[in-house]
């Protein structure tokens, strides 16, 4: 078994988190900024160091390759993404990207002979926190694989033309060409080219902490619900009129989700989580009361029966008024649970055995590049145990055991990979 | 008695309905935009043309003044504000402006005889919906004569680098500068130099319409307390953290709404409103458990032991957990009822008798610019009746021929403001 290196790995963390870092211990950097920039020109650096060739597709995806013993064999890839939510921590995406760069650079360092070219991929937007939708470059790579309805959150030209959450005006295409990272479409990721990928992730959930295991072995993502939630009432001023005929679209908005909660709650499913994290209130004015107000919902289960009674629940609060709001919903994205290719997996929990960490199987709640690219290519993941299964928040914290441990997972997983006949 | 001519309003009402029209009915024309410039330009115009002298002062106030018989007596102002709130209607504030115009220039017409000089006024940023405070340059004016708890709202510095809630760079100050309206502070409305002031507003609640009445003759505005609402929780990742360990602060601020409003509802209070219109959610992503919820609380009564009693059931929120989320309240600003000079009411009142318009006496919910001046000058205000009593959106309206009447009773009531020895 190949280890990789604790120290090599630290430093790694400590130096990415420096673009972007926002002071109290975490980053902001979202998609293409100067941060993420940073971070990237210093992927390319020390790739390039270690002899690996770097391709740049036509949305920013970057793919590091050094070359196999057999020039006509297929890559083996791992990759994740380097952006962040705002005031986001120094593990989600970046973990993914540093334990491909800590694989090849182990393989280079310890020539450790492998037939496949192996390739570290940064795919563009994950997070969708400036730009919508989220995994946006790895699902207009993934375009011609994706089930319909998650296909069409994905036209080109329509990504191009996602504009910013922040100045409602500059275009994901625009900070594309301006960040220089508009390369080639013959570049893309295709099966052609591609033999299979393999994502780290944090967990970012509490599961492999509560259970004292370091690594999750994960073979599926769950299926999710996403909905928009709508009150519509009426603006009055706030000073002005009788509370009796008042249609106030916020506190609609709380009597539904206060509902939600009862009802769905009552249903005790083991396993269902589901958030309302996204609010938009108008006019959003303290002298007002609002005329509008919406709110995600996003619940997710492993089993669609279960998907399926919470959105009759959702239906239900869209059959009567709430003081005197009118409650709509709509449905902004489905996936079904998305489901690893075996054999990736059953050498990922080989490597964790041979390698003696803490290990256990785990469904993956949140979406990741990774389950696009299961749609194309035989794909699995690692996850790494997330503190207090925080993320998507400053806290997050893998310790640098753990980070190298999920490095070495995948080093070994990958070089089984390479000697696989099929897979 | 004088009439105002409902001709005249008409067009006027039509012609600034004009000035950063929606499209729908209503207008966006926030303080010192280009479509604010444009109403300035016109109220300016019409005023020199009925040979009123024009003065703008430091914070862009302007004040048009047509002669009176006596040199040395103080002026008699009228006024209002031009800027509205987004996607606003077609009357409040600019109302108060054009029927100060209308009747100026039916005094010039009809050659009435005036003792005193007579003013309007146009005040700048009333709605603060660009930047905040409202009511921002009568605040400045009578700065000095202000209670403390107000006062320290209003520092003329603070006022300057108060930034645009949009773009959350430009400040009031650049916004002021650029727009060519940044005058002198010598013609700031002073005690010196004014008799009393009458601000002219629609009602912007339904209590005239439903008692029938054209118009209300406003005797106080009521006192009020507003107040942040703070839920704190912690982020987590939407798919892949248990329910039971979530600390939601949507969820718990929900939680806090519903509790608020059965609690005030039980106490059957006449008179009371409440209004939680304004929100802030973290880091509002769907995605993402918010870490963070925060709501505007304003609650408006004339009898401040009312108030008491909200506030107690406020103040019991933050002694629990709500979804595991920590509660506490700010207090942002509170007022006391703020009673008009008696003999300008009078005034009012005869004015309406006398004309034979239906009228009844009523109280102000909502701030105007009117409040502040109330502590540095006999004032008094004149209400409009609201069709629905909407008003903060397009569908705001008031008929043209309510409108006159408003006028011409300002008219009359100036007119004996102007004959009185002392107010």
């Known amino acids: 078994m190949y280890q990789c290196s604790l120290e090599n790995m630290t430093e790694k963390i400590q130096t990415f988190a420096t673009f972007g870092a926002t002071g109290n211990g975490g980053i902001t950097r979202y998609s293409l900024s100067k941060e993420a920039v940073m971070a990237r020109e210093e992927f390319e650096k020390r790739m390039r160091k ?14 590091a390759t050094i070359a196999g013993e057999d020039a006509d064999a297929k890559r ?66 993934c375009y011609d694989y994706l089930p319909p309805q998650i296909q069409e959150k994905y036209h080109f030209e329509d990504m191009m ?18 960040s220089g990272y508009q390369g080639d479409k ?39 619900m996403n909905y928009r939630v709508i009150l519509r009432g009426q603006t009055v001023h706030s000073g002005t009129f009788p509370m009796e005929r008042r249609k106030d679209a916020f506190y609609a908005a709380s009597q539904v989700l206060c509902s939600l909660h009862e009802q769905i709650d009552a249903l005790h499913i083991p396993g269902l989580v589901y958030t309302t994290g996204e609010v938009v209130c108008h006019p959003c004015i303290h002298t007002c009361v609002p005329d509008y107000f919406e709110f995600s919902f996003d619940a997710r289960h492993k089993d669609p029966k279960y998907l399926k009674k919470v959105l009759e629940i959702l239906k239900d609060c869209t059959k009567k008024e709430w ?41 993956s709640g949140a979406g990741h590049d990774a389950q696009y690219l299961g749609y194309m290519l035989p794909t699995t993941m690692i996850f790494v145990q997330s503190k207090g299964g925080l993320s998507h928040c400053e806290e997050e914290y893998s310790s640098p055991e753990q980070c190298t441990e999920g490095a070495s997972v995948m080093l070994n997983a990958v070089l089984m990979a390479d000697m696989a006949e099929e897979l």
Chains 1, 2 share one sequence.
């Open 323 to 363: 003081s005197g709001c009118s409650c709509e919903i709509q449905e902004a994205w489905t996936r079904e649970t998305v489901y690893w290719n075996q054999t990736l997996v059953s050498y990922v929990e080989k490597a964790a055995r041979d390698l003696g960490v803490s290990y256990q199987y785990i469904h």
């Open 186 to 224: 013959k570049y893309r990721m295709t099966p052609e080219k591609y033999e299979c990928i393999f994502e780290t992730h944090i967990e970012q959930g509490p599961i492999l902490e509560e259970h004292h295991k370091d690594i999750g072995v994960v073979d599926c993502v769950i299926g999710l």
């Open 76 to 141: 083996i890839a791992m990759g994740s993404h380097v952006d962040s939510v705002l005031n986001g921590g120094n593990y989600d995406g970046i973990l993914g990207v540093l334990s491909a760069m800590e694989v090849l650079e182990t393989i280079v360092r310890e020539k450790i002979p492998h037939k496949h070219p192996l390739t570290a991929v940064i795919w563009t937007n994950e997070e969708g926190s400036l730009y919508e939708p989220s995994m946006m470059c790895s699902g207009i790579v």
């Open 161 to 178: 033309d996602s504009k910013s959450i922040v100045d409602n005006k500059t275009t994901f295409g625009e900070a594309l060409k301006r």
């Open 50 to 63: 270690i002899g690996a060739s770097i391709e740049i597709d036509d949305v920013g995806n970057i793919y």
